[in-house]
C-alpha cells in the first residue's frame, strides 16, 4: 500500500526519507510508505502497529532485533525485509556520506559521476527464520555495523524512553559536546588518553613482573660468568683428552722409545750403521753396473727417512716427562668440561653458542630494565599533553554552557515552561585513581539542572523533572542541536520521534506542534503521536490501521487528506468524530496550516 506525494519532488529535498518499503514484518505483509518534507505525522489507535514503523527504521539504524531476527519475521514467511529510499543533494551532510561512500563503497559515488543521476541511496535489512541478518547499500552487501554507521548520518530515532537517557549525565555530557561540535577536541583528547593509558600499563605490567625479572636476570648473569669463565674453545676437548693419554704413559713410554732410537741409531750394530754401510757399497759398484741405480735410490731414500724418524722420536723423547702437576690440571680441566656439559646438556659446541644466546637475553632484560627506568618520563610527557587536551575540552565545554543554557530556556519558554531555570553545570571529576580522572570523554562530570517554578533552587534534572517536563527539554535540546550551521550534518537529518509528546498535557499540546513544526523547517520530522494538535501541524499526515484479512491481521498505512484527516483529528479529540464539538475542532486545529 502507497501513501505520501510524487517521488519525483525529491529535488528540492536536502536530505530526508523518500519512501519506506515493509514486507513481512511482524503483522505488516506488505508497504510502501512516502514520505514529504517538513513534519510528517503518524497516528493511529494503540496496538495497530505504529510501533512497527519505528521498528523498521530501528532495524535499517542496524540495530538488533529485540527477541532475535526470527521474532520479526511475520508468520508463512521466510524472512522480513525493510528498504529505505534516501534523497542527498550538496551539502554538510553529503560530504559526511560521501566520505562514508568513499571508504566503504566507492564504486557508487563514481556511479553518481558517471550517470548524473540524482543521488540517493536504498538501505536495506531482511531478518531471516534462520536468526540471520543482511544489509545492503544500494543493493550491495554491506556488514551490520557499516549499515549502522551510514544510517546514523542520515536519521537519528528518539523513542518514548529517550527522556530517561537525557536523565544520565553521560548522555548530557554527549548533547554538550554536539552543541559545542568539540568532535576535533574529543579527538584529541582520546588520542592522548589512549597514549598514556597505554603506557601507564606498560609501566604496570613491568611494575608487576620486575621482581621475576630480576630473578631470571640474576640466574642468566651467573651462567653467562660460568661461561664466561670457562673460556671455552672448540677443539679443546680432543686437545686435552690426547694431552692426558700422554702425560699419563710419559714414562713407559720414554723407556720404550729409548730403546727403540738406541736400536735403531746408538747401539752396536744399529740400523742406521748397517744401511749407511749399505749405501756406500752400493754407491761404489753402480757406476759401474748401471741395473744398481734404482735400489741404492731407494735405500737411500730409507736412510734419509729413517734418520729423519730417529731425529723427530728423539726430539719427542726430550718433551716427555711425568709431569704430575700438569696431568692434575688437564685431569681437572677435562672435569669441568664434562661437569658443563651435563649441566646445560649441551656438546662442547652447543655450550660455546649457549653463551651467545645468554649474552643477547640478558641485553634484551637489561634494555627492559631501562625502558622500566624511563617509563616514568615517558608517562609525565604523555600526562602533561593529555592535561592539555583536557584544559582544552573543558575550557569548550565552559564556554558553551551559558550559550546553552540560554538557548535551552527560550526553547522551554516556547514549549510552556516560562518559569523554569535550566543550568548545565559543569565541574571537574573528583577521583583517587588517575585513569578514573580521565574518562573516555574528558575529565569533566556535566549536570544539567532545573528548577522547574519560580524560587526554586535548581536541582540534578534527574532528581526533579516529571516525564513530561523531561520530553520538553528533550524537545528542547533537539531544536537547540538543530539549529546554524552543521559541519556534523545538523538541520539537514531525518528525525524520528516516537511519542515523544506521552506525558505532555493537552494545554501545551499547541506549543509542542510549533515547535516540532519548527524544527521541521531544517530536518525532516517523522512523529508518531496522540496530540491533535501535532497531527493537525503536519505536513504529510499517516494514518497507521489494523485490517483483518479472512483470518489474519495486517497492518495497512492510508496518507489523510480533506474530510479523512478532519475525522482523524476529530477522533483523536475528546467526543470522537462523531460529536460536532469535536469535528470543529479539528477543523480549526487543521486551519492553521
Excluded at 548524473?116 to 536468526?131: A, I
Excluded at 672448540?234 to 702425560?247: I, M, N, S
Excluded at 503521536?529 to 501535532?534: D, E, G, K, N, S
Aim: charged letters at 30%.
Amino acid at each position: 500500500m502507497q501513501a505520501g506525494g510524487s517521488a519525483g519532488e525529491v529535488r528540492s529535498w536536502r536530505a530526508m526519507l523518500v519512501e519506506l518499503l515493509i514486507r513481512d514484518f511482524a503483522l505488516i505483509d506488505e508497504l510502501h510508505l512516502a514520505f514529504g518534507p517538513g513534519l510528517n505525522a503518524i497516528t493511529g489507535e494503540t496496538g495497530s502497529g505504529k510501533s512497527l514503523l519505528v521498528g523498521s527504521l530501528e532495524a535499517l539504524l542496524g540495530q538488533r532485533p529485540k527477541g532475535g531476527p526470527a521474532g520479526w519475521v511475520r508468520s508463512g514467511a521466510k524472512r522480513a525485509r525493510v528498504e529505505g529510499r534516501f534523497a542527498l543533494v550538496s551539502g554538510p551532510l553529503g560530504e559526511r556520506v560521501s566520505a562514508w561512500l568513499e571508504e566503504h563503497l566507492p564504486e557508487i559515488p563514481a556511479e553518481w559521476e558517471e550517470d548524473g543521476e540524482e543521488r540517493e541511496l536504498v538501505l536495506s535489512r531482511t531478518l531471516g527464520l534462520d536468526g540471520r541478518t543482511k544489509a545492503y547499500v544500494n543493493h550491495r552487501s554491506v556488514t551490520r555495523r557499516a549499515l549502522s554507521g551510514l544510517a546514523t548520518i542520515l536519521f537519528e530515532i528518539h523513542g518514548q524512553n529517550e527522556h530517561q537517557r537525557l536523565l544520565e549525565p553521560s548522555e548530557q555530557l554527549r548533547l554538550v559536546d554536539a552543541m559545542g561540535e568539540h568532535g576535533s577536541l574529543l579527538a584529541k583528547y582520546r588520542s592522548a588518553r589512549t597514549a598514556w593509558r597505554e603506557a601507564v600499563e606498560r609501566a604496570r605490567a613491568l611494575e608487576a613482573s620486575q621482581s621475576e625479572r630480576r630473578r631470571k636476570l640474576m640466574d642468566l648473569r651467573f651462567q653467562q660468568d660460568e661461561l664466561e669463565s670457562a673460556e671455552l674453545v672448540v677443539g679443546e676437548r680432543a686437545k686435552l683428552g690426547d694431552e692426558r693419554q700422554l702425560l699419563r704413559a710419559a714414562e713407559e713410554l720414554g723407556h720404550e722409545l729409548a730403546g727403540v732410537i738406541d736400536s735403531l741409531s746408538e747401539a752396536d750394530g744399529a740400523a742406521l750403521d748397517r744401511m749407511r754401510n749399505a749405501d756406500r757399497m752400493l754407491d761404489r759398484w753402480r757406476d759401474r753396473i748401471g741395473a744398481l741405480s734404482a735400489p741404492h735410490t731407494s735405500l737411500r731414500d730409507a736412510l734419509i727417512h729413517l734418520e729423519d724418524a730417529c731425529m723427530e722420536l728423539s726430539s719427542f723423547i726430550d718433551g716427555v716427562e711425568s709431569n704430575p702437576v700438569r696431568l692434575e690440571q688437564v685431569e681437572s680441566r677435562l672435569a669441568e668440561l664434562d661437569r658443563l656439559e651435563r649441566k646445560y646438556s649441551a656438546s662442547e659446541e652447543q655450550l660455546v653458542a649457549i653463551g651467545a644466546e645468554l649474552r643477547s637475553e640478558i641485553d634484551e632484560l637489561e634494555l627492559t630494565e631501562e625502558s622500566r627506568e624511563g617509563a616514568d618520563e615517558e608517562i609525565a610527557a604523555l600526562r602533561l599533553e593529555l592535561d592539555k587536551r583536557s584544559f582544552a575540552l573543558s575550557k569548550a565545554r565552559a564556554k558553551l554552557a551559558p550559550r546553552m543554557r540560554k538557548s535551552v530556556m527560550t526553547a522551554l519558554a516556547e514549549l510552556g515552561m516560562e518559569a523554569a531555570q535550566f543550568e548545565v553545570q559543569i565541574v571537574q571529576r573528583a577521583a583517587d585513581d588517575e585513569l578514573e580522572h580521565y574518562g573516555t570523554s574528558g575529565a569533566d562530570d556535566v549536570e544539567f539542572m532545573l528548577g522547574a517554578n519560580p524560587g526554586e533552587p535548581t536541582r540534578p534534572l534527574r532528581h526533579v523533572a516529571s516525564g513530561g517536563e523531561a520530553a520538553r527539554i528533550m524537545l528542547a535540546l533537539r531544536s537547540v542541536l538543530s539549529v546554524g550551521p552543521a559541519p556534523a550534518g545538523r538541520g539537514e537529518r531525518t528525525l524520528v520521534f516516537d511519542e515523544i509528546d506521552s506525558g505532555v498535557g493537552g494545554h501545551l499540546a499547541p506549543k509542542v506542534a510549533n515547535h516540532l513544526r519548527t524544527l521541521a523547517i531544517g530536518d525532516q520530522v517523522l512523529c508518531v503521536t496522540h496530540l491533535p494538535a501535532i497531527a493537525a501541524a503536519a505536513d504529510l499526515h499517516l494514518k497507521v490501521a489494523k485490517e483483518a484479512d479472512g483470518e489474519r491481521w495486517h497492518t495497512v498505512v492510508a496518507e489523510l487528506e480533506g474530510d479523512e484527516r478532519v475525522r482523524e483529528v476529530a477522533d483523536m479529540i475528546g467526543g470522537g468524530a462523531g460529536h460536532k464539538t469535536a469535528r470543529a475542532e479539528a477543523r480549526r486545529l487543521l486551519s492553521r496550516e
